[in-house]
């Protein structure tokens, strides 16, 4: 079951899906980015950078080569910014934003990039020195987001912003935790079938 994983057919679905997603989510935060400083942009679409991190890994697995600086910022991205995302849209219905097509499109999609993450790292070799710099790029993009003010606009949580970021920084903790476990503990196989 986990090779039909690494299957060509699957892997091209799975670039097609997440590029399009990407594309979207670089298009959802047009109006962010738009008044973000020059130099905080390549912070500020956490989600959508999170899925070109992992569009890069599955053209490296269709070329049989694995990008581990890619595979180790797309593991902890996908999975850290998959859950954020679908407990921040959980408590906007939780705090008067109506349940819309829209929101659980977010909240399904958003789940998927969780998931990929931990289905996909059996296949991933990361090595400590690619975890280090997921690591220090995840924490520094959480600084980014709540001591200079740029996390994900979220109108209805914003009085809520100093727990928001303390949940943030012990997800990303979490999050790094998991690639330290699942994604460097196993042996990997990237054979294509």
Known sequence: ?????????????????????????FYWYRYQLEITPTIFIPFVPDS????????????????????????????LTLFKYGIWAVVMNILTFMHGQPVTLIALMLIASHGAMAIQALLYSPFFKIEMKHLVVAAVWTLHNDVIDYVYGHMPMYPTL???????????????????????????????????A
Not at 58 to 66: A, M, Q, S, Y
Not at 162 to 191: A, C, E, N, P, Q
Request: net charge positive; charged share 10%; glycine share 6%.
């Open 48 to 75: 959508p950078t999170a899925s070109m991190f992992f569009v890069i890994v599955l053209i490296g697995f269709l070329l049989n080569k694995n990008f581990k600086y890619m595979e180790a910022l797309a593991m």
């Open 1 to 25: 079951m986990i090779y039909l994983l690494m299957d060509r057919r699957i892997l091209i679905l799975l670039l097609i899906i997440n590029t399009l997603g990407t594309i979207y989510g």
């Open 158 to 192: 914003s009085q809520f912003q100093d727990h928001i970021g303390y949940f943030t920084f012990w997800l990303s903790l979490l999050s790094i935790l998991l690639v330290y476990l699942f994604g460097m503990k196993r042996t990997r196989s990237t054979h294509l």
